[in-house]
């Protein structure tokens, strides 16, 4: 017991002496986590708008206003005549345009968009139509006859705000990060050192070795999602409705299924190097790309789909979105925990038979 | 307390050990000279368990070295050709983590590193990283000795320490035979081999001699001479064109010539006198 204190000790002194690395666990959270909370988000926001100079008619103040109110939208100028409009395109004065035909019979609106980026475009036109939608609403207190109004409800996200997507993602890649490029680049510092020599040469457990290398990082995970959860909670506003508890729990299974494979990696891998770019090109870019932290995993061809089964992050961010978004019960995401307790066993079975006991 | 039967190992193509054969008595200094390539690391490295050999048998305190590896790895102190310790603990912090690593603490088995640790002891407080060679090495000495064990294996130890240090080293190791452990030292320099109770000359992966120092020396089969002149490097063609001549090569500030015979022919300009043969010569002598 005392030879495993002074072992986790050690860990402890080589993670709080390198700055960088310091720095980089504690930081990385919260940079990633404000980059993603703000800086970028598939919100739509700060749509520049042209409008015609004159709105005359009672629908259309009202729209105008609308428009005014809505703190997506800068009104940032005026159009007289059609030939402006190309002009405030061109020189990146508006988003969308919005041209009224001046006879009051025929009260037609006309949106015009930059589709330079068509998935904003979209959004910034049907942002706009609710509002047209919405001021023509109060204008026509009775609904002609016949004419079907869906009436939308946005569940768990009413505001549609992308951080509800993103917190989950976010705590999926950085415990993969901490847990394991930290895990399999300590373990291969060792080697590359020649100190792993030293610790072979002892009566030291191998397991102990695994194990004293996997409590410091353990703990700072714990930490760093923590602290990832008190900043999607108070600075981005994501509701916290599930139960922090099953939250912690499957949270620690993922930092399993994690630290095994840093172990897995420090196995293969005979420098930092080589560990860092195993996990880097192996760990991080599945993680990003397959989970569905950016792109739907229902959008994807089947054969990637299939491959984004064995990523952990995929089925650990499923379940962080059930239960800290949606807050359902521990019963509904018995799927996503179970596949992820099955990776971990294996991991670390098969990491644990390959720790070699001598020099490769 | 060590023996070795028949050690052979190879890395692919290459052969490192062929069938190497000695054994160690308890309590002596047992040394292994030879140049780098040699195959002295990968001797130590089947010594303290850290490879398997191809074939052949090694023995550690009565221990199979593959069997009982375990237990071995209880009772020997191992300090590899380069310095392992961890640079960004100090001094003190790896002292302690050995000892602890080994069910130890530094307390009960002071008495064994003081006169090393003292030396150091004035830099508790700094990083290894930061501590110069000759301290490192002090460092790296306490470490593999704090859990008293009862052989150590010391892989070129003296390889990029100064000359001074390297004298105080080997008289540090003479006090730690005094107390009843067994060391098991390589070095590739030649003028240590006399420090040691046993030596065994070792040349791309076999075993030339294996003996006492002043039992290789006494063997060794012919009269050997000191050719001095003014120009070595002119002497030397000179001296391997003459027939007479059956072996020669420059040590130091003269030539060692060994002629046909013992017929010494008169050249002239030069001084030819009669010397006592080093281990070196006696390696040079057995790798022909």
């Given at each position: 017991?005392k030879q495993?204190?002074?072992?986790?000790?050690k860990?402890?002194?080589?993670?709080?002496?390198d700055k960088?690395t310091m720095?980089?666990?504690l930081?990385?959270?919260?940079v990633?986590?404000?980059?993603f909370?703000?800086?970028?988000?598939?919100?739509?926001?700060n749509?520049?708008i042209?409008t015609?100079?004159?709105w005359?008619?009672?629908?259309?103040?009202?729209?105008?206003?609308?428009?005014?109110a809505?703190?997506?939208?800068?009104?940032?100028?005026?159009?007289?005549?059609?030939?402006?409009?190309?002009?405030?395109?061109?020189?990146g004065?508006?988003d969308?345009?919005?041209?009224?035909?001046?006879?009051?019979?025929?009260p037609?609106?006309?949106?015009?968009?930059?589709?330079?980026d068509?998935n904003?475009?979209?959004?910034?036109?049907?942002y706009?139509?609710?509002?047209?939608?919405?001021a023509?609403q109060v204008?026509?207190?009775a609904?002609?006859?016949?004419?079907?109004?869906?009436?939308?409800?946005?569940l768990?996200?009413p505001?549609?705000k992308?951080?509800?997507?993103f917190?989950?993602?976010?705590?999926?890649l950085?415990?993969?990060?901490i847990?394991?490029?930290?895990t399999?680049i300590?373990?291969v510092?060792?080697?590359?050192?020649?100190?792993?020599?030293l610790?072979l040469?002892?009566p030291?457990?191998p397991f102990?070795i695994?194990l004293?290398?996997?409590?410091?990082?353990?703990v700072?995970?714990?930490?760093?999602?923590?602290?990832?959860?008190?900043l999607?909670?108070?600075?981005?506003?994501?509701?916290l409705?599930?139960?922090?508890?099953?939250?912690s729990?499957?949270?620690?299974?993922y930092?399993?299924v994690?630290l095994?494979?840093?172990l897995?990696?420090s196995?293969?891998a005979?420098?930092?190097v080589?560990?860092?770019?195993?996990?880097?090109?192996?760990?991080?870019m599945?993680?990003?790309?397959?989970?569905?932290m950016?792109y739907?995993?229902?959008?994807?061809?089947?054969?990637?789909?299939?491959?984004s089964?064995?990523?952990p992050?995929?089925?650990?961010?499923?379940?962080?979105k059930k239960?800290?978004?949606?807050?359902?019960e521990?019963?509904?995401?018995?799927?996503?925990?179970?596949i992820?307790?099955l990776m971990?066993?294996?991991?670390?079975t098969?990491?644990?038979k390959?720790?070699?006991l001598?020099?490769? | 307390?060590?023996?070795?039967?028949?050690?052979t190992?190879?890395?692919?193509e290459?052969?490192?050990?062929k069938?190497?054969?000695?054994?160690?008595?308890?309590?002596k200094?047992?040394?292994?000279?030879?140049?780098?390539?040699?195959?002295?690391t990968?001797?130590?490295?089947?010594l303290t368990?850290l490879?398997?050999?191809?074939?052949?048998?090694?023995?550690?305190?009565?221990?199979?070295?593959?069997k009982d590896?375990?237990?071995?790895?209880?009772?020997?102190?191992?300090?590899?050709g380069?310095?392992s310790l961890?640079?960004d603990?100090t001094?003190e912090e790896?002292?302690?983590?050995y000892?602890?690593?080994?069910?130890?603490s530094?307390?009960?088995?002071?008495?064994?590193?003081?006169?090393?640790?003292?030396?150091i002891?004035?830099?508790?407080?700094?990083?290894?990283?930061?501590?110069?060679?000759?301290m490192?090495?002090?460092?790296?000495l306490?470490?593999?000795?704090?859990?008293r064990?009862k052989?150590?294996m010391?892989?070129?130890?003296?390889?990029?320490?100064?000359p001074?240090?390297?004298?105080?080293?080997w008289?540090m190791?003479?006090r730690?035979?005094?107390?009843?452990?067994?060391?098991l030292?390589?070095?590739?320099?030649?003028?240590?081999a006399?420090?040691c109770?046993?030596?065994?000359?070792m040349?791309?992966g076999?075993?030339?001699?294996?003996?006492?120092?002043?039992?290789?020396?006494?063997?060794?089969?012919?009269?050997l001479?000191?050719?001095?002149?003014?120009?070595?490097?002119?002497?030397?063609?000179?001296?391997?064109?003459?027939?007479?001549?059956?072996?020669?090569?420059?040590?130091?500030?003269?030539?060692?010539?060994?002629?046909h015979?013992?017929?010494?022919?008169?050249?002239?300009?030069v001084?030819?006198?009669?010397?006592?043969?080093?281990?070196?010569?006696?390696?040079?002598?057995?790798?022909?």
């Amino acid at each position: 017991m005392k030879q495993f204190i002074s072992f986790v000790n050690k860990e402890f002194r080589h993670i709080f002496r390198d700055k960088r690395t310091m720095l980089l666990l504690l930081g990385m959270p919260v940079v990633q986590m404000i980059l993603f909370g703000f800086a970028i988000t598939t919100e739509v926001r700060n749509i520049n708008i042209c409008t015609p100079q004159t709105w005359n008619y009672d629908p259309q103040i009202r729209i105008m206003e609308g428009f005014a109110a809505n703190p997506y939208f800068n009104i940032t100028g005026t159009i007289g005549n059609s030939q402006e409009i190309d002009e405030v395109f061109r020189e990146g004065k508006a988003d969308l345009v919005i041209v009224l035909d001046a006879q009051r019979t025929n009260p037609a609106i006309q949106l015009i968009a930059d589709a330079t980026d068509p998935n904003t475009a979209i959004t910034e036109v049907a942002y706009a139509t609710r509002i047209i939608h919405e001021a023509q609403q109060v204008a026509v207190t009775a609904i002609p006859q016949g004419q079907i109004i869906p009436n939308v409800r946005m569940l768990y996200n009413p505001q549609m705000k992308s951080a509800y997507n993103f917190v989950p993602g976010v705590m999926g890649l950085i415990l993969m990060l901490i847990c394991a490029m930290m895990t399999s680049i300590s373990i291969v510092r060792e080697k590359e050192m020649g100190t792993m020599e030293l610790l072979l040469v002892s009566p030291v457990k191998p397991f102990s070795i695994i194990l004293s290398k996997a409590v410091p990082y353990f703990v700072i995970s714990t930490a760093n999602m923590l602290i990832i959860i008190l900043l999607a909670v108070y600075l981005l506003h994501v509701p916290l409705v599930g139960s922090m508890i099953w939250l912690s729990i499957i949270s620690w299974i993922y930092i399993l299924v994690c630290l095994s494979l840093g172990l897995l990696i420090s196995t293969v891998a005979q420098t930092q190097v080589a560990a860092m770019l195993i996990s880097g090109v192996m760990l991080m870019m599945p993680a990003l790309l397959l989970s569905g932290m950016i792109y739907p995993v229902e959008n994807m061809p089947a054969i990637l789909e299939g491959v984004s089964c064995i990523i952990p992050a995929r089925w650990y961010i499923a379940a962080v979105k059930k239960l800290m978004i949606q807050g359902l019960e521990i019963t509904y995401v018995a799927k996503e925990v179970a596949i992820l307790l099955l990776m971990a066993s294996f991991l670390l079975t098969v990491s644990l038979k390959k720790f070699s006991l001598r020099l490769q | 307390m060590i023996t070795v039967e028949n050690l052979t190992k190879s890395y692919g193509e290459v052969e490192a050990l062929k069938d190497i054969s000695f054994h160690i008595d308890a309590g002596k200094i047992f040394g292994i000279i030879g140049p780098d390539g040699a195959g002295k690391t990968t001797l130590f490295r089947i010594l303290t368990t850290l490879m398997m050999a191809d074939s052949g048998q090694a023995t550690v305190d009565g221990l199979d070295v593959v069997k009982d590896f375990a237990r071995i790895r209880h009772c020997i102190g191992y300090m590899p050709g380069r310095f392992s310790l961890y640079q960004d603990l100090t001094v003190e912090e790896n002292l302690h983590f050995y000892a602890s690593v080994f069910n130890t603490s530094i307390k009960e088995n002071y008495y064994l590193v003081q006169d090393i640790y003292k030396q150091i002891e004035p830099f508790k407080k700094r990083r290894a990283g930061d501590l110069s060679g000759g301290m490192k090495q002090k460092l790296a000495l306490s470490c593999a000795l704090i859990h008293r064990p009862k052989a150590l294996m010391l892989d070129e130890p003296t390889t990029g320490v100064d000359p001074v240090s390297r004298k105080e080293f080997w008289s540090m190791l003479q006090r730690l035979k005094e107390q009843g452990i067994t060391i098991l030292v390589s070095t590739p320099y030649m003028d240590e081999a006399t420090k040691c109770d046993h030596i065994a000359l070792m040349q791309k992966g076999r075993l030339l001699s294996v003996d006492t120092p002043e039992r290789i020396v006494a063997a060794y089969p012919d009269v050997l001479y000191a050719v001095t002149g003014d120009n070595n490097y002119r002497l030397l063609c000179k001296l391997k064109e003459n027939k007479e001549v059956k072996m020669c090569y420059i040590s130091g500030e003269s030539l060692r010539v060994i002629f046909h015979k013992n017929n010494v022919p008169a050249i002239e300009g030069v001084e030819i006198r009669q010397v006592a043969p080093t281990i070196e010569d006696c390696f040079i002598q057995l790798m022909q």
